[in-house]
């Protein structure tokens, strides 16, 4: 089983839909989150942490199932500048150890 | 309040020269991360330096490939002798915490090598 792993997409929605995405990780003793995205030839943006409990940041809503190791990634009412590719990162073993990131999702909204 | 500055953007090299990557990281930040990424390709961790000390260097080639973080100045990621599959876009990152925390992404250097 990969670190990280997710669904590369593309995904090619209408403006206004909701798209949700989904990463599972492999060591269960992770205890770090994010969502970042990456536009083309740009570097990750941190977009989101994600917490035990869910947390929202506007359309945006990011949960974790720790039982079944994955976190999830819902953005409602899409945008056209929502189009970038998102990457879900994790510190993968627990403790101060690097993130490591997924190859992430690609998504593109279409007028 | 400047973000991680990382220069220069853009490097070609001749196969067989040096490459320098320079990184400063956010004011107060002391945590520095080198990722690779390929063309089409995830980022990959390279190596993770405090002040002064490699914390982790798990993801650095063997042979080549050195970094450091002096006291004074920016962090440099040095590729010896490149080679054609060294072009990449390389991308340092930063953190106010340790390495489980939230990291700042420079633009990047993108290396050519020819």
């Known amino acids: 089983r990969k670190e990280v792993e997710q669904d590369p997409g593309p995904f090619n929605v209408p403006e206004g839909a909701t798209v949700a995405f989904n990463c599972t990780y492999s060591n269960s003793a992770s205890q770090s989150f994010f969502w970042y995205r990456q536009d083309c030839r740009k570097e990750p943006k941190l977009l989101m942490s994600v917490y035990s409990s869910g947390n929202e940041d506007g359309r945006f809503t990011a949960q974790l199932n720790r039982a079944s190791q994955y976190i999830s990634l819902l953005i409602r009412d899409s945008k056209l500048s929502d189009s970038a590719t998102y990457l879900c990162?994790?510190?993968?073993?627990?403790?101060?150890?690097?993130?490591?990131f997924g190859k992430g999702t690609r998504l593109s909204v279409i007028a | 309040n400047a973000g991680v500055m990382q220069n220069p953007r853009h490097l070609v090299r001749r196969r067989g020269q040096e490459a320098r990557l320079r990184c400063s990281p956010m004011k107060g930040h002391s945590h520095v991360y080198w990722y690779r990424q390929l063309p089409e390709e995830g980022l990959k961790f390279m190596v993770y330096?405090?002040?002064?000390?490699?914390?982790?260097e798990s993801g650095m080639p063997k042979e080549r490939f050195s970094a450091e973080f002096p006291k004074e100045g920016p962090s440099i990621l040095r590729i010896q002798q490149v080679v054609r599959g060294d072009s990449a876009a390389y991308f340092c990152?930063?953190?106010?915490?340790?390495?489980?925390?939230?990291?700042?992404f420079g633009q990047g250097t993108r290396l050519t090598v020819v």
């Open positions: 990162v994790v510190n993968i073993a627990p403790g101060n150890t690097p993130l490591v």
């Open positions: 990152a930063s953190s106010l915490q340790g390495a489980n925390t939230e990291a700042f």
């Open positions: 330096l405090q002040k002064e000390n490699i914390i982790d």
